[in-house]
């Protein structure tokens, strides 16, 4: 199996199925309620492709350069760009097509009710904490070059500054929104931790044992494959349900009504004689 045949099996026809299901739920007049319609919801969909081209390029052509993953030249077709073949370019698309879309099929299916008292900052705070701990441990593992834990290192410490930027503003309203988080998270994460499994059994591409903890799930899939997953579908999960959330225009009302007020604080007394 080729790469793109990997991405015509496992990521076109479950976007053809849900963009059929898209199609089916708008002839039914099923739409995102009020309460996730802050924005249109294919628009920060699309926001979010954009934000992964932009972030995943140069992280993924650093792990292709320093050989912790490469790709058979045989299945690929050969189209390259930096040290990255055309297909992973279109992975970086495709995943988060599929979660985000996998996300919107179920938030047409919540009630129109925003819950009341769900500001917990507390929460927040706490989160990104624990995990501005781990971003600095995954950061003195790459400063101290500990070859076993070189691939988890990297993933974390270039996915968690974009979630401990979303765990900061809106932790708690991730909380609060929990059921559609992990509902919209977890299925998408197993099933493409089972098609990465089939490509690196097929040798679509491999992962540098020297460069890993070689925890391996199911005998064949690294366990940091598995974190990638997790965590890349965490970034789309998290980041669209804040988009569309109300809660969080309300807290950016808050937010701006806070910095104003600052600005005001800081003006000069004049006293009149």
């Given at each position: ?21 898209t ?106 904490t ?19 834990g ?11 500054l ?64 598995f ?36 600005r ?10």
């Amino acid at each position: 199996m080729t790469y793109f045949g990997f991405l015509s099996l496992f990521l076109a026809i479950p976007i053809v199925i849900l963009l059929g299901l898209t199609w089916r739920d708008a002839r039914l007049g099923r739409q995102v309620p009020r309460c996730f319609a802050s924005y249109p919801p294919y628009a920060i969909l699309a926001l979010h492709l954009a934000m992964a081209l932009v972030y995943t390029t140069p992280w993924d052509n650093y792990l292709v350069a320093t050989s912790v993953w490469w790709y058979d030249q045989a299945k690929v077709t050969g189209i390259v760009f930096g040290y990255v073949p055309i297909e992973e370019y279109t992975f970086f698309l495709v995943q988060p097509i599929m979660t985000g879309l996998w996300l919107l099929f179920w938030l047409r299916r919540q009630p129109d009710t925003v819950q009341k008292g769900w500001e917990n900052g507390r929460f927040r705070y706490t989160a990104l904490t624990i995990l501005g701990i781990i971003w600095v441990i995954m950061v003195a593992i790459l400063v101290t070059s500990w070859a076993p834990g070189t691939y988890m290192a990297l993933i974390l410490a270039w996915a968690l500054l974009p979630i401990m930027l979303q765990v900061g503003f809106g932790g708690d309203i991730l909380w609060q929104h929990r059921k559609i988080v992990l509902l919209g998270l977890v299925p998408p994460t197993l099933f493409l931790a089972a098609a990465d499994a089939l490509a690196i059994y097929d040798g679509i591409w491999t992962i540098d044992p020297a460069q890993t903890l070689n925890w391996y799930l199911g005998g064949i899939l690294p366990f940091e494959e598995f974190l990638f997953f997790l965590i890349t579908n965490v970034l789309v999960t998290f980041g669209m349900t804040l988009f569309l959330a109300t809660e969080s225009q309300e807290r950016l009302a808050q937010m701006k009504t806070a910095v104003s007020q600052w600005r005001i604080n800081r003006l000069p007394v004049t006293s009149e004689k």
